[in-house]
């Protein structure tokens, strides 16, 4: 039966971890060619999906259910983000644009980024799925980088035409997690 509940767990992870990579290049617009911070956020969640999946193989933690339910929502996050910047999709982390137009709608209502809350919950799910040390590296570097973009790409909104928009959109918006207020307002 662990094989089973490893499978799963892979297989999950592994559709969300593939959502992210076509979104990269099948949604998500850059002004030239990809970004050397991008580069290596995507070179090193390569690296550390596959060393998720040898610690997957390895032994399934006992809270697995926990992770199946992390990659779901993280899956129905990206999903929601997809649907939302459809028609005006956001350019690449780390890219050098200044933004024109300020997505508000769909999980954007609730935070300004939530492609980064996506990405945030699948790394939790990896490291609650494998019940390791080693497995909580990932969710921990990721997320270091994933503040960083976010933090530069606020900075291109905060000079840019935008920049008293953006100030409003920050009060009412968390950076990751939707702020309580907001949620309580709806």
């Known amino acids: 039966m662990h ?24 949604h998500f617009r850059s002004t030239g060619a ?9 070179g090193l969640s390569m ?8 610690n997957l193989v390895h032994g399934l933690g006992a809270a697995w259910f926990l992770s199946i339910a992390l990659f779901t929502a993280s899956l129905g996050v990206f999903a929601a983000a997809i ?7 956001p350019t690449l982390a780390y890219d050098n644009d200044s933004p024109n137009f300020l997505l508000n709608h769909g999980p954007y209502r609730y935070v300004r980024h939530p492609f980064y809350l996506a990405y945030v ?6 490291a609650i799925a494998v019940h390791s040390l080693a497995g909580w590296v ?3 570097l990721m ?34 997690w939707p702020r309580p207020l907001a949620l309580l307002a709806d």
């Open 3 to 26: 094989t089973v509940f490893s499978a799963i767990t892979g297989i999950d992870a592994a559709i969300c971890f593939s959502a992210f990579c076509w979104g990269v290049r099948g």
């Open 34 to 42: 990809m970004p050397l911070g991008m580069q290596v956020t995507s």
């Open 47 to 54: 690296m550390l999906f596959a060393g998720f999946l040898w």
């Open 83 to 89: 649907l939302a910047s459809r028609r005006t999709p």
């Open 121 to 126: 919950l699948f790394w939790l799910g990896t």
């Open 138 to 140: 990932a969710p921990v």
């Open 143 to 176: 997320t270091a980088l994933y503040i960083d973009a976010a933090s530069r790409e606020e900075r291109k909104f905060a000079s840019s035409e935008l920049a008293t928009a953006y100030a409003a959109y920050r009060a009412r918006a968390g950076m990751f």
